[in-house]
């Protein structure tokens, strides 16, 4: 199992910036997700903005989350250059 998110920071683009107790740094694109429930009720920018991290994984108000292993197996790894254009 991957280690705990410790921080993360949504883009305009329904995408999530993660970061892990490891130090790694990865992105998560939400798109694919923003389709199914329950994930449909953050599908507006000022919703999916409201992102944070709790209980080691990524919280939206309402009770949404998504399952960390999730997060960690479908997220692509950020580099310096990657994250800046963010």
Do not use: C, H
């Given at each position: 199992m991957p280690c705990d998110v410790i921080s993360v920071s949504p883009t305009q683009d329904?995408?999530?910036?993660?970061?892990?107790?490891?130090?790694e740094r990865r992105r998560f694109d939400m798109r694919p997700l923003?389709?199914?429930?329950?994930?449909?009720?953050?599908?507006?920018?000022?919703?999916?903005?409201?992102?944070r991290v709790q209980?080691?994984?990524?919280?939206?108000?309402?009770?949404?989350?998504?399952?960390?292993e999730t997060?960690?197996?479908d997220s692509v790894v950020l580099s310096d250059t990657s994250a800046k254009q963010a």
């Open positions: 329904f995408q999530i910036d993660l970061e892990y107790a490891n130090g923003l389709q199914m429930k329950p994930w449909n009720r953050i599908a507006a920018p000022v919703l999916f903005s409201r992102a209980y080691g994984t990524v919280v939206w108000p309402g009770e949404i989350d998504i399952a960390p997060l960690y197996d």
